[in-house]
């Protein structure tokens, strides 16, 4: 191969390693990078696996303490549903690289310890519920929004759950039926 030759190969292989580095970095600088969660999705991700663990603690406690059926079987749903929902969120945590909490708030199962017994157990539950999941949807409705597809897949799947169970709640909180307190929800 003669020196011209080879100075032209040197140079087109140069060139297009340069050209590879430049769309490596475009890709990256444009967020392209399927692997990582914006700071908003974060703060997302980690609300939402909080606030999921609190669930189905709060819902363990109500199984074991509340006294109507309608109450233990709401709970029932309520950690049946969060618990798919919180493996569902683990698993794009995990993919995204953001690092999430399966512990539940710690203010909140104090709390559960002076809802009393007997009906005012039931009540403060139910309340305490209401008070939740109206928070979860607000959380879930502004997750919908963003650019993250899997983020926004999750929220907006979970997001008809989270508003059963806030109506489900409230229904309770006023001394009602659950209505559609059966199994067949999906997270």
Not at 160 to 181: D, F, N, R, W
Request: charged share 20%; no cysteine.
């Amino acid at each position: 191969m003669s020196l011209k030759k080879r100075l032209s190969f040197i140079t087109l292989t140069l060139a297009g390693l340069a050209l590879a580095g430049y769309l490596h970095a475009q890709s990256s600088a444009s967020g392209a990078d399927a692997s990582s969660a914006s700071a908003p999705d974060q703060t997302f991700l980690r609300k939402a696996a909080t606030d999921g663990a609190t669930e189905v603690a709060l819902g363990q406690l109500a199984m074991q303490h509340a006294q109507s059926g309608p109450t233990k079987e709401m709970a029932q749903l309520l950690v049946t549903d969060h618990r798919k929902a919180n493996d569902e969120l683990a698993s794009i945590a995990m993919r995204k690289h953001v690092e999430v909490s399966a512990r539940p708030e710690a203010d909140a199962l104090a709390k559960e310890k002076s809802w009393g017994s007997g009906a005012s157990y039931d009540q403060a539950y139910a309340q305490a519920m209401v008070n939740d999941h109206r928070k979860a949807v607000t959380l879930f409705t502004k997750a919908t929004e963003s650019k993250d597809p899997d983020v926004r897949q999750f929220a907006q799947t979970t997001l008809p759950v989270l508003k059963k169970h806030l109506s489900m709640a409230e229904a309770l909180a006023k001394g009602g039926e659950t209505h559609g307190s059966s199994a067949g929800s999906t997270p």
